[in-house]
């Protein structure tokens, strides 16, 4: 096609305004909290001028080449012209970034404690003087250190922040913040809900689709330097050599981004690619297999990071296939993988259907009485709560049971059961209401954030995963707002002390709009949307209500699966009596594998927190709550509330609207919609169902459901996504 002049004109001037009004995110949201549009405030851009004159950039490395394009490009776009940079120190520099191997004796003598704080990956930023002149210095220890300061520095610019007299010295508080995604080889995404898998395996290792460097300089922005590529539900053909090679190509493009790859190993691979008639982790065929896999794939993978294993879980085969333990199991791939420094990271996510009593009792029993026993390049994998990522779990009560074993905390970032891709819930408030929470497992103050950051037991390694919400989609996530639970994993996979609130503000202000005013008010949106899922979902410690395998919206009537803790009525427990599930020691006595401190609350439904009163407890309808309204009523209210709360979501979202663009406006308002439709669903099937154990009727200030139960039961989703 030929466009003349005067069109191509007109094209640009168009692309230029849209650029403009779009604010910071353009191109639907691609470019993450990453876009950097040029600063229009005179003062900062002067002052940012003044800093960022004359670059001295010392040194070059993979690393430190990936951390020197970064901020030729950010300080670029955002002060409108490329800095210019320096290979030899001069006088006019305004600006150093530098490790400390190559400052002056004197610097680094000044600097000396700051560096012993912040080991191989944290950064010092700082405003120090020289020959009596203000210099503004990235250093760090190592290469990624000067990678994370200088997405560092970007991230204060673009939120405006004044860098006179800056100082700060940071640095990640857990060693392996990762992602795993659940990817399957055939591009598929279990639970995902963004599209379709990154990785374009057909194409590897040839092509390498630029995505995959704007993959992973997402991610070193926010400091995760780890990722599993593959689905946890593992395909053993990722081991073999054709896979590897294009693990390799990946790997390499990860590696100026400081990321490690790992993949998940499937523990019959023996079998299923090797051609040996058992997987038992001590045949020694089977060992002699795993070291020659592992030598082949350090050949192609000199960094490789290592395995993550889910065995003997949900149909995974594992050492308990041929009678042996998870500590046989594990230890026998991590001496194959010792020898590179390869790491096994084995999950713990494990519920067996011989065993009837109570599923959130299971990974405790099965795990904790190997404590000591894993080799030390074994970490033991655990999710957050004891059951699977619903809205609200206590703890999961191996934190802090396991003090000779470094554990690894799971979240899923990936909203399984918080609605798709198309909810709007901030997570990072779920997640640090489970890193805050207590463990007592050392006296006071011994929360499950010291647990996992390894302080707490002075533990060499430490970890901390989320399953991923990225797919091929433009905007990586379906849900813009999901931008916000990818950006809000890594920095507290970074410092798990991080406030939600503090995470929720810099997100919006590296993403969409700086504006103050725009800021108080969308971050209320984002603080009280995770209370408010809960509320439609599973209030009051309910949990476990959604429909079978897909887990799309309620099903709280299900209790026909072949396993029964597959069944939502295995965990409610509705009948004309009442409601929940008793843990306390005249139930299932789940309470008991928490420090006493805790079950000692846990176990009086007085005394227990509301949040997770049926989690623990099985009570009567009429059962009194604390402000005198008794149970039928208090759960109908909250569902009415989780309603209410996506409404006042929708009434401060119509605020954003003269600060951002009409399509991020209405990209938000839409996906709203849809959370409302599904909230009032929630709200009315559950409450239609637990109607007719509870024969009563709704309390007033619920609103009437629009069908009958019946219609509720009859819908069905065959294609619906993540499955
Ligand atoms: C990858 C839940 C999910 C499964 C997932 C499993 C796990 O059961 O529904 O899709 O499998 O958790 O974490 O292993």
């Known amino acids: 096609m030929n466009i003349s002049a005067a069109q191509a004109k ?22 993450l909290w990453l876009g950097y549009s040029k600063i229009e405030d005179p003062a900062i851009l002067s002052e940012y001028q003044k800093h960022t004159k004359s670059i ?39 600006m150093w970034v530098s490790k400390k191997m190559n400052l002056g004796k004197d610097m680094v003598s000044a600097l000396e404690a700051d560096f012993e704080r912040i080991g191989s990956e944290g950064f010092i930023i700082k405003s120090v003087t020289v020959n009596n002149k203000s210099i503004l210095l990235i250093t760090a220890n190592e290469d990624l250190g000067i990678l994370y300061g200088v997405f560092n520095l970007l991230q204060l610019m673009k939120m405006h922040k004044s860098l006179e007299g800056i100082n700060i010295v940071d640095a990640p508080k857990i060693q392996l913040r990762m992602l795993n995604h659940w990817d399957n080889l055939d591009r598929t995404v279990e639970r995902g809900y963004a599209g379709f898998s990154l990785w374009n395996w057909q194409k590897l290792p040839e092509y390498k689709d630029p995505r995959y460097v704007d993959y992973a300089r997402a991610n070193a922005s926010i400091g995760i330097n780890a990722t599993v590529l593959t689905n946890v ?19 390499e493009v990860f590696r100026p981004y400081g990321i490690k790859v790992y993949l998940t190993a499937r523990f019959s691979a023996p079998i299923e690619i090797g ?36 065995a003997n879980s949900e149909g995974q085969p594992g050492p308990q296939n041929y009678g042996r333990s998870h500590v ?7 001496n194959a993988l010792r020898p590179f420094n390869g790491i096994v990271i084995w999950r713990a996510f494990v519920y067996s259907e011989e065993d009837a009593t109570d599923r959130a009792k299971q990974a405790f029993k099965e795990f904790v009485p190997y404590d000591g026993k894993f080799l030390d390049n074994v970490l033991v994998q655990v999710k957050n709560g004891p059951i699977d990522f619903q809205p609200r779990e206590p703890f999961h009560p191996m934190f802090g049971t396991m003090p000779n074993t470094p554990l690894v905390m799971e979240f899923q970032i990936t909203q399984e059961y918080l609605g798709f891709s198309s909810h709007l819930v901030f997570l990072p408030k779920l997640f640090e209401e489970v890193l805050d929470a207590e463990t007592y497992r050392k006296g006071k103050n011994a929360t499950v954030a010291k647990v996992i950051d390894g302080s707490l037991f002075n ?21 813009p707002f999901a931008q916000g639970n990818w950006y809000g994993y890594g920095r507290l996979a970074w410092n798990p002390y991080l406030s939600s609130e503090t995470v929720a503000e810099e997100w919006l202000r590296l993403t969409y709009s700086n504006n103050s005013e725009f800021v108080e008010a969308v971050k209320k949106i984002m603080i009280i949307s995770r209370e408010a899922v809960v509320n439609y979902m599973t209030p009051l410690g309910l949990h476990h209500l959604m429909d079978t395998g897909h887990h799309y919206g309620p099903g ?55 949040e997770y009163l049926l989690w623990f407890h099985h009570l009567p309808w009429d059962y009194k709550l604390k402000n005198g309204a008794i149970l039928w009523d208090a759960i109908a209210l909250k569902y009415q509330e989780g309603v209410y ?13 003269t600060y951002i663009s009409v399509d991020q406006f209405n990209e938000v308002r839409m996906l709203l919609e849809i959370q409302l439709k599904e909230a009032k669903w929630w709200r009315n099937a559950c409450l239609l169902y637990f109607q007719t154990f509870s024969g009563r009727e709704l309390p007033p200030g619920v609103e009437l459901p629009d069908e009958n139960l019946e219609f509720y039961q009859s819908l069905k989703f065959p294609y619906a996504p993540g499955n």
């Not at 046989?328 to 991590?334: H, I, K």
């Open 328 to 334: 046989d199991g594990a230890n026998m791939l991590a």
């Open 233 to 251: 539900n593992a395909n053993a053909l990722v081991l073999t050599s054709a896979y590897l090679e294009k693990v390799a190509a990946l790997a």
């Open 459 to 479: 533990k060499k390694i430490s970890g901390m995963a989320g399953v991923a919400n990225i797919g091929n989609d433009l905007n990586w996530t379906g849900h």
């Open 556 to 610: 709280p009537w299900v209790s026909d699966l072949s396993r029964p803790e597959w069944n939502p009525t295995y965990y409610h427990k509705a009948d004309k009596e009442g409601i929940g599930f008793d843990r306390t020691p005249s139930g299932s006595n789940a309470t008991s594998q928490y420090a006493s401190e805790i079950a000692k609350i846990f176990n009086y439904p007085e005394t227990c927190p509301e």
């Open 275 to 310: 051609g040996l008639n058992t997987a038992d982790p001590l045949n020694k065929d089977v060992i002699e297999w795993w070291k020659e896999r592992a030598e082949l794939i350090y050949k192609v993978i000199p960094d490789f990071g290592g395995f993550l294993v889910k």
């Open 645 to 657: 709360g996506v409404e006042e979501m929708i009434r401060i979202w119509e605020q954003a609207r």
């Open 10 to 31: 007109l094209f640009y001037i168009i692309g230029f305004l849209l650029v403009l009004n779009s604010n910071a995110q353009s191109l639907g949201g691609y470019d």
């Open 56 to 94: 001295f950039f010392d040194n070059h490395s993979p690393v430190l080449d990936t951390a020197r394009k970064e901020l030729m490009r950010g300080i670029g776009r955002l002060l409108g012209q490329p800095p210019i940079m320096h290979d030899s120190l001069s006088l006019l520099n305004t």
